[in-house]
T-cell receptor, first 115, second 112 residues
């Protein structure tokens, strides 16, 4: 079946522009996670949804970052007024049920470059 | 913040040899997971071990967990070129059951 998909795969933005990154999780998966991964580092947690509820947004680095999952399926991560330090790969993952005790399925990521 | 930390940061071995990577973490956990990431397949779940388990096997993978030392190891036996990748451990935060926190990873290179 279809895995987690993300779009766009690559995004180049000029500093100050707003960007929107999309995640299509596996159908029926309850949990959805966003991560930021810098080169040579592990994924850093950004935010977590259980269905449409955003239960944890403690990893969002600033109020320029906003995520939503209005119908409990597709999610969008929006970054306003992008800065160079926002350049990274943004990974989305979904999990069948709620909780940390289940494997997460990752999408291919969106590589964001801010110039 | 990083809960888990892998050791070594990088490892190069000959094809056919065994590779061992270690993960240390700071707080109590409910479970620990290992993931692999390469350019071809992205980030893929390998194995999950619960805090009441000491060892788990999956094919050529063997994972151990020592909660008294807050550490885990991942052993890959009879390595292959396709095992070249970065390997990450990920843990929950023990007192909560939602997100997992990844370490910085071990970069494994299998030499032909």
């Amino acid at each position: 079946g279809a895995g987690v998909s993300q779009s766009p795969r690559y995004k180049v933005a000029k500093r100050g522009q707003d960007v929107a990154l999309r995640c299509d999780p596996i159908s029926g998966h309850v949990s959805l996670f966003w991560y930021q991964q810098a080169l040579g580092q592990g994924p850093e947690f950004l935010t977590y949804f259980q269905n449409e509820a955003q239960l944890d947004k403690s990893g969002l680095p600033s109020d320029r970052f906003f995520a939503e999952r209005p119908e409990g399926s597709v999610s969008t991560l929006k970054i306003q007024r992008t800065q160079q330090e926002d350049s990274a790969v943004y990974l989305c993952a979904s999990s069948l049920v709620a909780g940390s005790s289940y494997e997460q399925y990752f999408g291919p990521g969106t590589r964001l470059t801010v110039t | 913040s990083q809960q888990g930390e892998e050791d070594p940061q990088a490892l190069s071995i000959q094809e056919g040899e065994n590779a061992t990577m270690n993960c240390s973490y700071k707080t109590s956990i409910n479970n620990l997971q290992w993931y692999r990431q390469n350019s071809g397949r992205g980030l893929v779940h390998l194995i999950l071990i619960r805090s009441n388990e000491r060892e788990k096997h999956s094919g050529r993978l063997r994972v151990t967990l020592d909660t008294s030392k807050k550490s885990s190891s991942l052993l890959i036996t009879a390595s292959r070129a396709a095992d070249t990748a970065s390997y990450f451990c990920a843990t929950d935060e023990g007192n909560r059951d939602d997100k997992i926190i990844f370490g910085k990873g071990t970069r494994l290179h299998i030499l032909p």
